[in-house]
């Protein structure tokens, strides 16, 4: 191509503190392409976008937009120049209503200040255009992660900016609504949009873009067109070596009856809820965004209070509403939403993964910061957590470390049945391999455990049964043999009755 | 479909959020006056509403900077350096025009609101820290420039003396004014970007940064909003009360928050309403106006009065938790309605 | 960015022990009669009761929460002490009794915060009136005396310059310290002020340590009480009028965030003894009451400012979005 | 267990007299004397004035006086200025106590270390001072206010008390010699319905007046035996329709309510003067200082202007009576 790129970055580098989380890495973004950035967790990838947005001034180098040098003194700036970004984390207003949350600082005025109607039909035209079924006027507060990151989209793409940049937006979407996604960004793209898009899921990439940049520790790696690379290749230049198979879900005999749940119902949100996950066996929750898989699970944890029905663990009827109680019984629950719901941001590594196992860690009355420390350090070790020292905070970890927080913190309970929430949201090929040969190891090893998992391959490739929820019940159970995509499918869109 | 029918029963409950507090004042003012009916004499409603009029601005104020997930602790003493100066000048400068004594004041207080505006949103001192300091620190200005003078009602013209009790059509000049703010702030926080922006900036900061939001300014603004109307009310409780000294208003931060709290504002930002603000205000004062009516015992109203703030928070609680089950259940039974087609979600 | 975090923690500590000093050595040179051993006896026993009550306090902030209605606990205590003490019980009795008062007052707010979900600060405005309203129903316009000297001289006796009350604050000082930076009950306290929700699912239970906290909040301020009026040899409904603000702005001036989750105990204690003496030193100078309130306030602001401002001009240098302001 | 019976046994078997040195009525004044006035609150304008006179005194017996004290007008604050009154070896300490009680321990302590201590205003128990200045007996002052509103509303119909704190001493005192005075058969008509309490709070007070207004339409007159309510209640009335019928009378400065005795809103008042309060108050300081007096009753003193002064028992010194303030006299004060 010889057009001039939209936005570039030249040579960039920024550090932390030690941690230099950016090296000398350019980038060229051309209006009517879809440009991939990929790399592993904690290469680099969000604070690159941040720089793009404004938030983070970069240490040296330059940003170029249209070939000039300009500065970015806040996302303001980067905003008034065109560029929209969906962040990584979703970060809307809870108290306001979702159009406003895309409106905010933009709203349509009238004679009489904002013009309410104006903006909810923008809004609404949005949402079709995204095929979303949310109301408008509905307050933030509470919409699922998957709603949240739409709406994260519909704001960005209200802004009709010259840049779009998507730090992983798929990662909390199932099937449907990637695929209205990457239709609208076709069309962007055939309008002359310039789009970033980050995913850890590769086939996302080979299918949308047309250029692939990866970094690896903040470097750059290379720059290659999409067409002249195998996933293979690609997986290669992201984590530097070979990658064996990347579902490898060991036979197991399914042993006793760990947890059984029964007719569970928490109305107007699942109704009638009944399974069994088996010790040694892996069953994957499946179904479409919003079908209430999370609810099953905080239901069954004890984070909500269920109105009908029983939950047993080995046999034993589980205290409803009491996640202490859960725990006792052997229960763990690794949670869909990480910063919200698995970390405490601004505790250090080691003491959110002691969280979880506090009684552990008493030597007598008192906490003994030693095994505290061993805990973390054996945890972060086994799941090739990226981090400077155990006692940083967590927020400082890339998104896909801190989900490794959260998985180190439960496993190091050593649980029997362990209910997993989108287990590898925002987690990178090489280390999603980890986790699920991690998973597969603990099943062998006799835990009960329940995926729950918007990424098909991931349902297909771990479970050894495969549960389908539409609409806030379950409609089929589907054994590993038969499941395929197809099936799957039919059964979360309610196109089938198992 | 199903969502529409949420959203209406929502926006009926938000209604009803300040539906609460008009039933409680209903109730207060209707119970009050069974047992004494001259409570709701012309006279004494007027009392009940002069004597608000100055909590009500405050509160509208306060709102304000609340909604901002902040707090102005310092209101009391910006109104107690409002009114002293102001009573000051207009006792020994006869000359000046009270308008511009007026004028003067609103700037006073908009420079202390500007401090604490500065020390929140530009230094990031939490507020509460911050306003704690300036509560301190106005009064001790306070004290230094009153060193134990008192200025009482025969110092000051007549003129302004009379803006205190005046009434227009009716209705007390200070209500009038109150409420002309209270329309102004209600307003300016719906209806306008800088407003709604504000509601946004205590929902989430740090999304409000990465939106765009001049986050900084906007609250350096609402904290300088809130200062003038401080010293708007303080030149007010001038005016009202004619006797003014160093400690006026001391210990009025407490009910103003209160006012804020019981109007449904959210503590923590982001959500909730001048108007409800002001009805807070209103029934605050209801309540000590209708126990002093009601012969209780001085001794008691102290606790009574307690009593009535903690009853009506936790109304207000049990009323929204009972309809946030009643809004999950009836939209289990919108779910579970059999003639309904699938929507592919 | 994690590295500013900690180290601004530790520099805060150390600001307020640098403040401390400095204000000890400035008024111990300067000021007549400060460095004495009576002079130092007063400071510390004038420093008892908040420094009981911000002990609590500190726990209870550090959990995000707030209680107001400490002051008026402590004077409900009183006027209950007062009350009892006219009708002839003996006062051996009657200081368990104050004890269970204020436990139950704390009770009241905690169960009040946690099975309603309201927000404390909400809470304890109006308990703030309700228990103040309360002494007043107890014990009118009493104020009740002829205390046993036995314990009134108790409560001003001392150890050389140290107070005995100054030795009880220490001790329990010792437990509250270890209770929040040693034990499992600590790591969940500041788990939950931090992200209420995240505790939650790591299985802290959130609502039993939250009233528990408002318990011990509440026991705190009728022991603070039992002080008061033995030292004041006096028991009224009116004691202890506002002391709250000043219980609040010691734990803040102490480095506690307010918005839960981050502070010591020994920054806390710091700063009591920090404001205790700033305010008997200018008093000494016969520095007038007004520059008193003035400084007090002034130091507040600063405290928090002075490590902000270095934060500030950092940003300055590149603006950063996601690091919270420090506190 | 210790119970109060207990207390109050120890305390009458090991009761004392406490003044021990002779006095040596001859005596100068010492010069250079520091005396510290501390009021129940300082920036109060009654105390402003008291001070003032007090400080003036002490300028002329070639002393040195000064005011300090706390904002807030509680008995906890107070102990700290006496503590450090001790630290600074004062010669002697005048003071108004919040709390007759709380402040004995610290004024003892003050003593042992030879602080000459005065009340005035409002008393301590009398072992944590020397002398008390009386402004004007309880007794006198509670029933001369009953009488000024009798002959005000014509011996009949309701009438009010606006108190200050529920708690403050030595309105109580006052309040109980009026309920005394009102016993008497000449009162039989008027009826004493309620007491209210403006905390000494501008607002507060004023409040109170609407509500009393509102609960006792019939109400006849207010008395308010306070500065700070009598002022607020005046203003109340003055711009209200009951101005003039419902009579209002108390204790209050005379700048304070000038406007009001002009406009007609009030009749008569009382009150001593405070500066010469004050200025007592210091002289008495000084002679207990330089040893003309030790406290004990039948000593006498001198008292610059305000002449000679006795000693009366429980070591009182009394002002002497109030002064009635109204229309024809007003204008010849002024504080
Ligand atoms: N605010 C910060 N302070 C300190 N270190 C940071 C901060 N933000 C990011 N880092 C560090 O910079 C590195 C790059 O992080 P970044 O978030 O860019 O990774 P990423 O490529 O987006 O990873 P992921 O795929 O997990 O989202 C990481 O080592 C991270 O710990
Ligand atoms: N305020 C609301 N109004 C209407 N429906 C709501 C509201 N909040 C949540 N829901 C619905 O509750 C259901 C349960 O959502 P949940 O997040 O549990 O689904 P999920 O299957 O776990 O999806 P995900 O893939 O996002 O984890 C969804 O249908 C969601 O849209
Ligand atoms: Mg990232
Ligand atoms: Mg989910």
Same mark, same amino acid.
């Given at each position: 191509?010889?057009?001039?790129?939209?936005?570039?970055?030249?040579?960039?580098?920024?550090?932390?503190?030690?941690?230099?989380?950016?090296?000398?890495?350019?980038?060229?973004?051309?209006?009517?392409?879809?440009?991939? &950035?990929?790399?592993?967790?904690?290469?680099?990838?969000?604070?690159?976008?941040?720089?793009?947005?404004?938030?983070?001034?970069?240490?040296?180098?330059?940003?170029?937009?249209?070939?000039?040098?300009?500065?970015?003194?806040?996302?303001?700036?980067?905003?008034?120049?065109?560029?929209?970004?969906?962040?990584?984390?979703?970060?809307?207003?809870?108290?306001?209503?979702?159009?406003?949350?895309?409106?905010?600082?933009?709203?349509?005025?009238?004679?009489?200040?904002?013009?309410?109607?104006?903006?909810?039909?923008?809004?609404?035209?949005?949402?079709?255009?995204?095929?979303?079924?949310?109301?408008?006027? +509905?307050?933030?507060?509470?919409?699922?992660?998957?709603?949240?990151?739409?709406?994260?989209?519909?704001?960005?793409?209200?802004? +009709?900016?010259?840049?779009?940049?998507?730090?992983?937006?798929?990662?909390?979407?199932?099937?449907?609504?990637?695929?209205?996604?990457?239709? !609208?960004?076709?069309?962007?793209?055939?309008?002359?949009?310039? &789009?970033?898009?980050?995913?850890?899921?590769?086939?996302?990439?080979?299918?949308?873009?047309?250029?692939?940049?990866?970094?690896?520790?903040?470097?750059?790696?290379?720059?290659?067109?999409?067409?002249?690379?195998?996933?293979?290749?690609?997986?290669?230049?992201?984590?530097?070596?070979?990658?064996?198979?990347?579902?490898?879900?060991?036979?197991?005999?399914?042993?006793?009856?760990?947890?059984?749940?029964?007719?569970?119902?928490?109305?107007?949100?699942?109704?009638?809820?009944?399974?069994?996950?088996?010790?040694?066996?892996?069953?994957?929750?499946?179904?479409?965004?919003?079908?209430?898989?999370?609810?099953?699970?905080?239901?069954?944890?004890?984070?909500?209070?269920?109105?009908?029905?029983?939950?047993?663990?080995?046999?034993?009827?589980?205290?409803?509403?009491?996640?202490?109680?859960?725990?006792?019984?052997?229960?763990?629950?690794?949670?869909?939403?990480?910063?919200?719901?698995?970390?405490?941001?601004?505790?250090?590594?080691?003491?959110?993964?002691?969280?979880?196992?506090?009684?552990?860690?008493?030597?007598?009355?008192?906490?003994?910061?030693?095994?505290?420390?061993?805990?973390?350090?054996?945890?972060?070790?086994?799941?090739?957590?990226?981090?400077?020292?155990?006692?940083?905070?967590?927020?400082?970890?890339?998104?896909?470390? +801190? +989900?490794?927080?959260?998985?180190?913190?439960?496993?190091?309970?050593?649980?029997?049945?362990?209910?997993?929430?989108?287990?590898?949201?925002?987690?990178?090929?090489?280390?999603?391999?980890? !986790?699920?040969?991690?998973?597969?190891?603990?099943?062998?090893?006799?835990?009960? !455990?329940?995926?729950?998992?918007?990424?098909?391959?991931?349902?297909?490739?771990?479970?050894?049964?495969?549960?389908?929820?539409?609409?806030?019940?379950?409609?089929?159970?589907?054994?590993?043999?038969?499941?395929?995509?197809?099936?799957?499918?039919?059964?979360?869109?309610?196109?089938?009755?198992? | 479909?199903?969502?529409?029918?949420?959203?209406?029963?929502?926006?009926?409950?938000?209604?009803?959020?300040?539906?609460?507090?008009?039933?409680?004042?209903? *109730?207060?003012?209707?119970?009050?006056?069974?047992?004494?009916?001259?409570?709701?004499?012309? /006279?004494?409603?007027?009392?009940?509403?002069? =004597?608000? /009029?100055?909590?009500?601005?405050?509160?509208?104020?306060?709102?304000?900077?609340?909604?901002?997930?902040?707090?102005?602790?310092?209101?009391?003493?910006?109104?107690?350096?409002?009114?002293?100066?102001?009573?000051?000048?207009?006792?020994?400068?006869?000359? *000046?025009?009270? #308008?511009?004594?007026?004028?003067?004041?609103?700037?006073?207080?908009?420079?202390?609101?500007?401090?604490?505006?500065?020390?929140?949103? #530009?230094?990031?001192?939490?507020?509460?820290?911050?306003?704690?300091?300036?509560?301190?620190?106005?009064?001790?200005?306070?004290?230094?420039?009153?060193?134990?003078?008192?200025? =009482?009602?025969?110092?000051?013209?007549?003129?302004?003396?009379?803006?205190?009790?005046?009434?227009?059509?009716?209705?007390?000049?200070?209500?009038?004014?109150?409420?002309?703010?209270?329309?102004?702030?209600?307003?300016?926080?719906?209806?306008?970007?800088?407003?709604?922006?504000?509601?946004?900036?205590?929902?989430?900061?740090?999304?409000?940064?990465?939106?765009?939001?001049?986050?900084?300014?906007?609250?350096?603004?609402?904290?300088?909003?809130?200062?003038?109307? /401080?010293? $708007?009310?303080?030149?007010?409780?001038? #005016?009202?009360?004619?006797?003014?000294?160093?400690?006026?208003?001391?210990?009025?931060? $407490?009910?103003?928050?209160?006012?804020?709290?019981?109007?449904?504002? #959210?503590?923590?930002?982001?959500?909730?309403?001048?108007?409800?603000?002001?009805?807070?205000?209103?029934?605050?004062?209801?309540?000590?106006?209708?126990?002093?009516?009601?012969?209780?015992? /001085?001794?008691?109203?102290?606790?009574?009065?307690?009593?009535?703030?903690?009853?009506?928070?936790?109304?207000?609680?049990? $009323?929204?938790?009972?309809?946030?089950?009643?809004?999950?259940?009836?939209?289990?039974?919108?779910?579970?309605?059999?003639?309904?087609?699938?929507?592919?979600? | 960015?994690?590295?500013?975090?900690?180290?601004?923690?530790?520099?805060?500590?150390?600001?307020?022990?640098?403040?401390?000093?400095?204000?000890?050595?400035?008024?111990?040179?300067?000021?007549?009669?400060?460095?004495?051993?009576?002079?130092?006896?007063?400071?510390?026993?004038?420093?008892?009761?908040?420094?009981?009550?911000?002990?609590?306090?500190?726990?209870?902030?550090?959990?995000?929460?707030?209680?107001?209605?400490?002051?008026?606990?402590?004077?409900?205590?009183?006027?209950?002490?007062?009350?009892?003490?006219?009708?002839?019980?003996?006062?051996?009795?009657?200081?368990?009794?104050?004890?269970?008062?204020?436990?139950?007052?704390?009770?009241?707010?905690?169960?009040?915060?946690?099975?309603?979900?309201?927000?404390?600060?909400?809470?304890?405005?109006?308990?703030?009136?309700?228990?103040?309203?309360?002494?007043?129903?107890?014990?009118?316009?009493?104020?009740?005396?002829?205390?046993?000297?036995?314990?009134?001289?108790?409560?001003?006796?001392?150890?050389?310059?140290?107070?005995?009350?100054?030795?009880?604050?220490?001790?329990?000082?010792?437990?509250?310290?270890?209770?929040?930076?040693?034990?499992?009950?600590?790591?969940?306290?500041?788990?939950?002020?931090?992200?209420?929700?995240?505790?939650?699912?790591?299985?802290?239970?959130?609502?039993?340590?939250?009233?528990?906290?408002?318990?011990?909040?509440?026991?705190?301020?009728?022991?603070?009480?039992?002080?008061?009026?033995?030292?004041?040899?006096?028991?009224?409904?009116?004691?202890?009028?506002?002391?709250?603000?000043?219980?609040?702005?010691?734990?803040?001036?102490?480095?506690?965030?307010?918005?839960?989750?981050?502070?010591?105990?020994?920054?806390?204690?710091?700063?009591?003894?920090?404001?205790?003496?700033?305010?008997?030193?200018?008093?000494?100078?016969?520095?007038?009451?007004?520059?008193?309130?003035?400084?007090?306030?002034?130091?507040?602001?600063?405290?928090?400012?002075?490590?902000?401002?270095?934060?500030?001009?950092?940003?300055?240098?590149?603006?950063?979005?996601?690091?919270?302001?420090?506190? | 267990?210790?119970?109060?019976?207990?207390?109050?046994?120890?305390?009458? %078997?090991?009761?004392?007299? %406490?003044?021990?040195?002779?006095?040596?009525?001859?005596?100068?004044?010492?010069?250079?004397?520091?005396?510290?006035?501390?009021?129940?609150?300082?920036?109060?304008?009654?105390?402003?004035?008291?001070?003032?006179?007090?400080?003036?005194?002490?300028?002329?017996?070639?002393?040195?006086?000064?005011?300090?004290?706390?904002?807030?007008?509680?008995?906890?604050?107070?102990?700290?200025?006496?503590?450090?009154?001790?630290?600074?070896?004062?010669?002697?300490?005048?003071?108004?106590?919040?709390?007759?009680?709380?402040?004995?321990?610290?004024?003892?302590?003050?003593?042992?270390?030879?602080?000459?201590?005065?009340?005035?205003?409002?008393?301590?128990?009398?072992?944590?001072?020397?002398?008390?200045?009386?402004?004007?007996?309880?007794?006198?002052?509670?029933?001369?206010?009953?009488?000024?509103?009798?002959?005000?509303?014509?011996?009949?119909?309701?009438?009010?008390?606006?108190?200050?704190?529920?708690?403050?001493?030595?309105?109580?005192?006052?309040?109980?010699?009026?309920?005394?005075?009102?016993?008497?058969?000449?009162?039989?008509?008027?009826?004493?319905?309620?007491?209210?309490?403006?905390?000494?709070?501008?607002?507060?007070?004023?409040?109170?007046?609407?509500?009393?207004?509102?609960?006792?339409?019939?109400?006849?007159?207010?008395?308010?035996?306070?500065?700070?309510?009598? %002022?607020?209640?005046?203003?109340?009335?003055?711009?209200?329709?009951?101005?003039?019928?419902?009579?209002?009378?108390?204790?209050?400065?005379?700048?304070?309510?000038?406007?009001?005795?002009?406009?007609?809103?009030?009749?008569?008042?009382?009150?001593?003067?405070?500066?010469?309060?004050?200025?007592?108050?210091?002289?008495?300081?000084? %002679?207990?200082?330089?040893?003309?007096?030790?406290?004990?009753?039948?000593?006498?003193?001198?008292?610059?202007?305000?002449?000679?002064?006795?000693?009366?028992?429980?070591?009182?010194?009394?002002?002497?009576?109030?002064?009635?303030?109204?229309?024809?006299?007003?204008?010849?004060?002024?504080?």
């Amino acid at each position: 191509m010889d057009e001039t790129p939209v936005l570039s970055l030249s040579q960039v580098s920024k550090a932390f503190g030690a941690v230099r989380a950016v090296r000398e890495v350019s980038l060229q973004l051309f209006p009517g392409e879809v440009h991939a &950035l990929a790399g592993e967790n904690g290469a680099g990838k969000s604070t690159l976008v941040k720089i793009l947005s404004g938030v983070h001034r970069p240490d040296s180098g330059r940003i170029l937009l249209d070939g000039e040098p300009v500065e970015f003194g806040g996302p303001a700036d980067a905003q008034r120049a065109g560029v929209a970004v969906i962040y990584q984390e979703p970060t809307l207003f809870p108290d306001l209503s979702v159009m406003e949350n895309i409106f905010m600082g933009r709203q349509p005025r009238g004679r009489l200040g904002i013009d309410r109607r104006a903006m909810r039909a923008s809004a609404a035209e949005l949402f079709a255009r995204l095929g979303v079924h949310l109301d408008p006027d +509905q307050p933030a507060r509470g919409l699922s992660i998957a709603d949240q990151q739409l709406v994260e989209i519909a704001k960005a793409l209200s802004l +009709q900016a010259r840049v779009l940049v998507m730090d992983e937006p798929t990662a909390a979407l199932s099937g449907t609504e990637v695929a209205r996604l990457f239709g !609208v960004a076709r069309t962007l793209r055939s309008q002359g949009c310039a &789009l970033l898009f980050i995913s850890h899921r590769l086939e996302e990439i080979f299918e949308l873009c047309r250029r692939v940049t990866t970094l690896r520790d903040g470097a750059h790696v290379a720059s290659d067109l999409i067409a002249d690379i195998t996933p293979d290749d690609l997986v290669r230049r992201m984590v530097g070596r070979e990658l064996d198979a990347l579902f490898p879900k060991q036979e197991t005999e399914a042993g006793e009856v760990a947890l059984k749940v029964r007719r569970l119902t928490r109305e107007g949100v699942f109704t009638d809820v009944s399974f069994e996950v088996r010790r040694g066996e892996i069953v994957a929750l499946a179904g479409l965004v919003g079908a209430g898989r999370s609810e099953v699970a905080r239901a069954v944890f004890g984070i909500d209070r269920w109105d009908a029905g029983s939950v047993e663990v080995d046999g034993k009827r589980l205290r409803p509403a009491s996640p202490t109680a859960a725990m006792a019984a052997g229960l763990a629950l690794v949670p869909e939403d990480r910063r919200q719901q698995g970390l405490v941001m601004d505790l250090s590594i080691e003491r959110n993964i002691g969280l979880a196992g506090l009684s552990a860690l008493h030597r007598g009355p008192l906490i003994s910061r030693l095994a505290e420390r061993e805990r973390a350090r054996d945890w972060a070790v086994r799941l090739r957590l990226k981090f400077g020292r155990l006692s940083d905070p967590v927020n400082v970890l890339s998104g896909g470390n +801190q +989900q490794k927080v959260v998985l180190g913190k439960w496993l190091a309970r050593r649980p029997s049945v362990l209910i997993v929430d989108e287990p590898t949201r925002g987690i990178d090929v090489g280390t999603k391999a980890e !986790v699920h040969r991690l998973l597969s190891e603990l099943a062998g090893g006799g835990v009960a !455990v329940l995926m729950i998992s918007s990424e098909l391959p991931e349902v297909l490739g771990m479970a050894d049964r495969v549960l389908v929820m539409h609409e806030g019940r379950l409609v089929a159970e589907i054994p590993r043999a038969d499941a395929t995509e197809e099936s799957v499918m039919a059964a979360a869109t309610g196109r089938s009755a198992a | 479909m199903r969502r529409n029918g949420g959203r209406r029963l929502v926006d009926r409950v938000a209604r009803v959020r300040e539906l609460g507090i008009v039933v409680a004042l209903g *109730v207060l003012f209707g119970v009050t006056g069974a047992v004494n009916p001259s409570f709701l004499s012309y /006279a004494s409603l007027r009392d009940i509403l002069l =004597n608000s /009029a100055i909590v009500a601005m405050l509160a509208v104020g306060q709102t304000l900077v609340v909604v901002t997930r902040n707090v102005d602790l310092s209101v009391s003493s910006v109104v107690g350096l409002s009114a002293f100066g102001g009573a000051l000048i207009l006792a020994d400068h006869p000359g *000046v025009p009270v #308008a511009v004594v007026i004028a003067g004041c609103v700037v006073l207080g908009a420079l202390c609101g500007a401090v604490n505006g500065l020390l929140v949103g #530009a230094a990031k001192v939490p507020a509460l820290v911050a306003t704690l300091g300036t509560l301190y620190a106005f009064r001790g200005i306070d004290y230094a420039w009153a060193g134990g003078r008192q200025v =009482n009602a025969a110092d000051m013209p007549e003129g302004f003396l009379s803006l205190g009790s005046r009434s227009v059509l009716g209705v007390p000049l200070l209500a009038l004014v109150a409420l002309a703010v209270l329309l102004a702030v209600g307003w300016t926080l719906g209806n306008l970007r800088a407003g709604r922006e504000l509601y946004a900036i205590g929902s989430s900061p740090e999304a409000a940064v990465l939106a765009g939001i001049a986050v900084r300014r906007r609250i350096v603004a609402a904290f300088v909003a809130n200062g003038a109307l /401080a010293g $708007l009310a303080g030149v007010m409780w001038a #005016a009202r009360f004619g006797t003014v000294d160093a400690t006026v208003a001391t210990g009025k931060e $407490l009910d103003v928050i209160a006012a804020v709290v019981v109007g449904g504002v #959210a503590i923590f930002g982001g959500s909730g309403s001048v108007y409800g603000a002001a009805l807070g205000a209103l029934l605050l004062t209801g309540i000590t106006s209708a126990l002093a009516v009601l012969r209780v015992d /001085a001794l008691a109203q102290t606790a009574i009065n307690g009593a009535l703030l903690i009853a009506a928070i936790v109304l207000d609680r049990v $009323l929204a938790l009972r309809v946030a089950a009643a809004l999950r259940r009836r939209r289990y039974h919108e779910t579970t309605d059999p003639g309904r087609p699938a929507d592919g979600r | 960015m994690a590295v500013d975090l900690a180290r601004m923690a530790r520099r805060w500590e150390g600001l307020i022990l640098v403040l401390l000093v400095g204000v000890t050595v400035w008024a111990s040179l300067g000021v007549d009669g400060f460095a004495n051993g009576s002079n130092v006896s007063f400071l510390l026993l004038d420093t008892t009761e908040i420094a009981l009550m911000a002990l609590t306090m500190t726990l209870v902030i550090v959990a995000a929460e707030i209680d107001l209605s400490v002051a008026s606990t402590l004077g409900l205590s009183c006027a209950v002490l007062g009350r009892l003490w006219n009708a002839g019980l003996p006062i051996e009795a009657i200081m368990p009794i104050c004890l269970l008062v204020g436990a139950a007052c704390g009770a009241f707010n905690g169960l009040l915060v946690t099975r309603l979900g309201l927000p404390s600060l909400a809470v304890t405005i109006g308990t703030f009136a309700l228990f103040r309203g309360l002494a007043y129903v107890m014990l009118g316009d009493q104020a009740v005396a002829g205390l046993p000297p036995a314990y009134t001289s108790l409560a001003t006796a001392s150890v050389g310059p140290i107070p005995l009350a100054t030795i009880l604050v220490a001790v329990l000082a010792v437990v509250a310290a270890v209770v929040l930076h040693a034990t499992g009950l600590g790591r969940s306290i500041f788990a939950l002020g931090s992200n209420v929700e995240a505790a939650f699912f790591a299985g802290v239970r959130v609502k039993r340590i939250k009233l528990w906290l408002f318990v011990a909040s509440g026991t705190m301020a009728s022991l603070a009480s039992l002080v008061y009026t033995f030292r004041y040899a006096s028991a009224r409904a009116d004691s202890g009028m506002g002391l709250e603000l000043a219980v609040v702005a010691a734990v803040l001036l102490g480095g506690v965030s307010i918005f839960g989750g981050r502070g010591t105990l020994p920054g806390v204690l710091m700063a009591v003894l920090l404001l205790g003496a700033v305010r008997n030193a200018l008093i000494l100078a016969d520095v007038a009451n007004e520059v008193l309130n003035f400084v007090t306030g002034l130091l507040l602001v600063a405290s928090v400012l002075a490590p902000n401002l270095g934060a500030v001009w950092r940003r300055r240098s590149s603006p950063q979005v996601e690091g919270k302001s420090v506190t | 267990g210790t119970t109060k019976s207990d207390v109050e046994q120890q305390a009458s %078997a090991s009761a004392t007299a %406490a003044s021990s040195a002779a006095a040596d009525p001859n005596a100068p004044i010492k010069q250079g004397l520091k005396i510290a006035f501390l009021p129940k609150q300082v920036n109060n304008p009654y105390f402003t004035i008291a001070n003032g006179g007090g400080i003036e005194a002490a300028k002329e017996f070639g002393g040195e006086g000064k005011e300090v004290g706390p904002s807030d007008a509680s008995a906890s604050s107070q102990v700290s200025y006496i503590n450090t009154l001790t630290q600074q070896k004062q010669d002697a300490i005048v003071i108004a106590a919040n709390d007759p009680n709380a402040v004995v321990p610290a004024l003892k302590q003050a003593m042992a270390a030879g602080i000459k201590v005065v009340s005035y205003d409002s008393d301590t128990a009398p072992e944590g001072r020397h002398v008390f200045v009386n402004q004007a007996s309880a007794e006198d002052l509670g029933r001369t206010q009953v009488q000024l509103l009798a002959e005000q509303v014509g011996h009949k119909g309701k009438i009010a008390i606006l108190s200050a704190t529920p708690n403050a001493t030595n309105q109580n005192t006052w309040i109980e010699f009026m309920k005394d005075e009102l016993k008497k058969p000449d009162y039989k008509d008027m009826e004493l319905v309620k007491v209210a309490y403006g905390n000494d709070d501008d607002q507060k007070s004023f409040t109170e007046t609407q509500g009393l207004l509102r609960s006792y339409p019939d109400l006849a007159g207010i008395i308010s035996p306070t500065t700070v309510g009598i %002022a607020a209640a005046a203003r109340y009335l003055s711009d209200s329709p009951s101005k003039g019928k419902v009579k209002l009378t108390g204790l209050g400065t005379p700048n304070q309510l000038r406007k009001f005795v002009k406009d007609g809103t009030i009749e008569a008042f009382e009150l001593w003067n405070p500066a010469d309060l004050g200025y007592l108050a210091s002289y008495a300081a000084a %002679a207990l200082a330089s040893g003309q007096v030790t406290g004990a009753e039948g000593e006498k003193f001198k008292a610059g202007k305000l002449g000679e002064y006795t000693i009366g028992a429980k070591g009182e010194v009394l002002l002497g009576k109030p002064t009635v303030f109204n229309e024809d006299n007003i204008d010849d004060f002024d504080f």
